[in-house]
């Protein structure tokens, strides 16, 4: 399975982004899709997971401004950002595996997530 992730950039405080994780290879055998967050120093961690049924599991990010969704045709998972914080920089990788709540064994390349204040 490869996973090739899209979508950071720099964008100031209040505005939005849109990631997008695009499987390919043996993406028909891949349940969960999910996104994880990292910044310097610190570990990697989940920002949310969504099964190919739909359901979806957030790590300890503000549901309220982060949504995951995925369209099963394309194999694609998304990430909605919205009313980003400086916080909210890091290195966003997109993740597949099988199982909701842990973490996949593929992983995809880092996108830049940057927000100026």
């Known amino acids: 399975v490869q996973l090739q992730a899209s979508g950071g950039g720099l964008v100031q405080a209040g505005g939005s982004l849109r990631l997008s994780c695009a499987a390919s290879?043996?993406?028909?055998?891949?349940?969960?899709m999910g996104w994880y967050r990292q910044v310097p120093g610190k570990r990697r961690e989940m920002v949310a997971q969504?099964?190919?049924?739909?359901?979806?599991y957030y790590g300890d990010f503000d549901r309220s401004r982060f949504t995951i969704s995925r369209d099963n045709t394309k194999n694609t998972v998304y990430l909605q950002m919205n009313d980003l914080k400086p916080e909210d920089d890091g290195l966003y990788y997109c993740n597949a595996g099988w199982t909701l709540t842990e973490t996949g064994p593929y992983w995809g390349q880092g996108t830049q997530v940057t927000v100026s204040s």
């Open positions: 290879g043996s993406a028909a055998n891949i349940n969960i």
């Open positions: 969504i099964s190919r049924g739909g359901s979806t």
